[in-house]
């Protein structure tokens, strides 16, 4: 079945140490979003690729990077873990014209 | 830029009876409104959407409603069912390169047996 991908499901880190995140998907789709989302809260867009052209949300912190070597794959990088990290990080993907986004199933990042 | 409001933040219904979650958006260019089901630990996962060319959609116990003049959109579940409590989110988006969501607060629906 086509789908979105992430891995790993759960991932600790240490306060400070850089962490990778990674999403795959087999819906050859042409745009990539990671997501933050905190309990009880709205999924928060962090930046989106559209092919190979990356797009930062303004409010994104320079501690979050991205890279999308691929179609299929996209990473999220953590420079430098903070409490205020632990989250749940959704990727989803789509492809225009059809608007319709598809979540993974998260990676719920704890930071010690 | 666009902001979407959801009401209410909470809502409790006795199993059978039915649930009304209401979202205003304020940019008058969106024309694209999904609802996103999210159980607890889950992804979030894409249950109705409606186009603003179309008043209502239905399928089987959820409906949506757009009002776009009133710039309101509604999900209406009938026939509650326990497995219907999850956290539900609307988004309003507008046919651009990115295909981007703006997300409402989100609902807390418990369905009471």
């Known amino acids: 079945d086509a789908m979105v991908i992430q891995n790993p499901r759960y991932q600790v880190t240490q306060f400070g140490k850089p962490v990778t995140l990674s999403c795959s998907q087999t819906l050859n789709h042409n745009v990539m979003y990671w997501y933050q989302q905190k309990s009880s809260q709205a999924p928060k867009l962090l930046f989106h690729?559209?092919?190979?052209?990356?797009?930062n949300e303004a409010d994104t912190p320079d501690n979050f990077q991205s890279r999308r070597p691929n179609t299929s794959f996209c990473f999220l990088d953590i420079r430098s873990p903070g409490l205020g990290d632990a989250a749940m990080y959704l990727c989803?993907?789509?492809?225009?014209?059809?608007?319709?986004?598809?979540f993974g199933p998260g990676t719920r990042l704890l930071v010690l | 830029g666009e902001n979407v409001e959801q009401h209410p933040s909470t809502l409790s219904v006795q199993e059978g009876d039915s649930a009304v979650i209401k979202c205003t958006y304020s940019?008058?260019?969106?024309?694209?409104f999904p609802w996103y089901k999210q159980e607890l630990g889950k992804r979030p996962q894409l249950i109705i959407d409606?186009?603003?060319?179309?008043g209502e959609k239905k399928d089987q116990r959820i409906a949506v409603t757009l009002n776009k003049t009133a710039k309101h959109f509604s999900l209406h579940i009938t026939e509650t069912q326990p497995e219907d409590s999850a956290v539900y989110f609307c988004?309003?988006?507008?046919?651009?390169?990115?295909?981007?969501?703006?997300f409402g607060g989100g609902t807390r629906l418990m369905v009471k047996p």
């Open positions: 409606i186009r603003s060319n179309v």
């Open positions: 940019d008058s260019a969106s024309n694209y």
């Open positions: 988004a309003a988006s507008m046919h651009n390169a990115g295909n981007m969501l703006t």
């Open positions: 690729y559209y092919d190979k052209d990356f797009n």
């Open positions: 989803a993907t789509s492809r225009p014209p059809q608007e319709t986004q598809y």
